[in-house]
């Protein structure tokens, strides 16, 4: 008799040894570290969990080259738990080659690596068969499955019958194994446990209500990367084929982007605007996420004065563990005493509001300029950038005439 319950923890995409080039050397080696430590995190919740199954569905490693004390932190983490069975089949980023590091990992009884020989392992004890082609390149423009290896599967399909690819299935035109939903209905997969996008963590069911599940990335890398990120245990009841997922959060590395309107929170005095600002901030997020936060604040809004980055950066820098700033906020005009100013901003302004309210004046411009065919509309909508560029050029004393 099979067991009746299968427990299934899968994970995809650690891009363990990631560049992380925007830190500096030392934040780099700290989140590099992070990055192991949410490996042994899983670890840890296989345990926990007393999982039947690790799956590990490509991108381990974020690079072919790997360095031996890397490769023997992740083969001496893969011992810690002897009993749990290691499914792994390498990604575009980790590829099996024939002199690849995945060689060391034979010598580990539980772990189990699909490459070009191997497609599928099965469990007897389970009643479950895992499938899987293992990328062998950087890339793959089909399918990476052949006719063969179906002949192959329609002969030896199980109970449950369970894919664990390195893929796309959510763009046919992908350089990275696309693999289509009719593809998979096909076949009929009971389960499809996929790596390589990361931003996805809910279940997609094909037309045949066949569970496909990215894990996304175990931690984010990027600014495009943002939000919660981890590991999704997968419980399936051998007898009515019933499958529940919960997702589980690790909280070794954060990415997050912030937008904040500071229109509202202006004050005459620079330093009394920062603290505005950085109290919003401080009260918006929760700053104790995780071990490592990465933030990303764009400030956007109108104002009359130019934000003091460096001081606001400088104040809010030790809430985390990173953070950058980008100002993206517009510089607001009293256009009425602009008007009477005696200065570039003043001519500037008296310019433009004349090309506004006399169309032939801004006719004859355009011709001068050889641009009679463009319309009114459009110049208009130059002025007004050019006349915005200017303001901004004289705020940041940057000379016009340069270029
Ligand atoms: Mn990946």
Same mark, same amino acid.
């Given at each position: 008799m099979p067991k009746e319950k299968i427990k299934i923890l899968h994970s995809a995409d650690f891009h363990l040894g990631s560049p992380f080039k925007f830190l500096d050397s030392a934040k780099r080696k700290t989140v590099q570290e992070a990055q192991f430590n949410s490996f042994y995190e899983i670890i840890k919740i296989a345990k926990?969990?007393?999982?039947?199954?690790?799956?590990?569905?490509?991108?381990?490693?974020?690079?072919? @080259?790997?360095? !031996?004390?890397?490769? @023997?932190?992740v083969f001496d983490g893969f011992q810690t738990i002897p009993d749990i069975k290691i499914i792994i089949n390498p990604g575009n980023h980790d590829y099996w080659h024939i002199n690849s590091y995945w060689n060391k990992f034979e010598e580990l009884k539980n772990v189990y690596l699909f490459d070009p020989e191997t497609l599928y392992f099965e469990f007897p004890e389970w009643n479950i068969t895992f499938w899987g082609k293992a990328f062998t390149g950087q890339s793959a423009l089909y399918n990476l499955w052949k006719d063969a290896d179906e002949l192959v599967y329609a002969k030896k399909r199980n109970h449950l019958n369970v894919l664990v690819q390195h893929g796309d299935i959510l763009n046919h035109e992908s350089h990275y194994n696309p693999i289509s939903i009719d593809w998979i209905d096909k076949l009929g997969f009971d389960l499809v446990q996929l790596g390589h996008?990361? !931003?996805?963590i809910e279940p997609y069911y094909t037309s045949r209500k066949i569970p496909c599940l990215y894990n996304g990335c175990v931690q984010g890398r990027d600014f495009d990367e943002t939000g919660k990120k981890g590991a999704q245990l997968i419980e399936i009841d051998n007898n009515? !084929?019933?499958?529940?997922?919960?997702?589980?959060?690790?909280? @070794?590395?954060?990415?997050? @982007?912030i937008q904040l309107d500071v229109s509202n929170l202006e004050q005459e005095d620079n330093i009394r605007f920062n603290e505005n600002i950085m109290q919003k901030i401080l009260s918006d997020i929760n700053i104790k996420t995780a071990k490592l936060n990465l933030y990303q604040l764009i400030l956007i809004g109108n104002v009359s004065k130019k934000i003091n980055l460096n001081l606001l950066t400088k104040k809010l820098e030790p809430y985390f563990f990173y953070l950058e700033i980008q100002d993206q906020t517009k510089i607001k005009f009293n256009y009425k005493e602009l008007l009477q100013e005696h200065s570039l901003r003043g001519d500037v302004s008296r310019y433009a509001k004349k090309l506004a309210v006399q169309p032939d004046l801004l006719s004859q411009v355009l011709d001068d300029l050889g641009m009679e065919n463009l319309p009114l509309k459009d110049a208009m909508r130059m002025i007004e950038q050019a006349y915005y560029y200017t303001m901004q050029a004289e705020e940041q004393d940057i000379d016009i005439y340069e270029n």
């Open positions: 926990k969990y007393s999982v039947d199954f690790l799956i590990i569905a490509g991108d381990l490693f974020d690079s072919v @080259q790997v360095d !031996n004390l890397s490769l @023997q932190r996008i990361h !931003n996805i009515s !084929n019933k499958i529940s997922m919960t997702f589980l959060p690790i909280y @070794q590395i954060y990415f997050d @982007q």
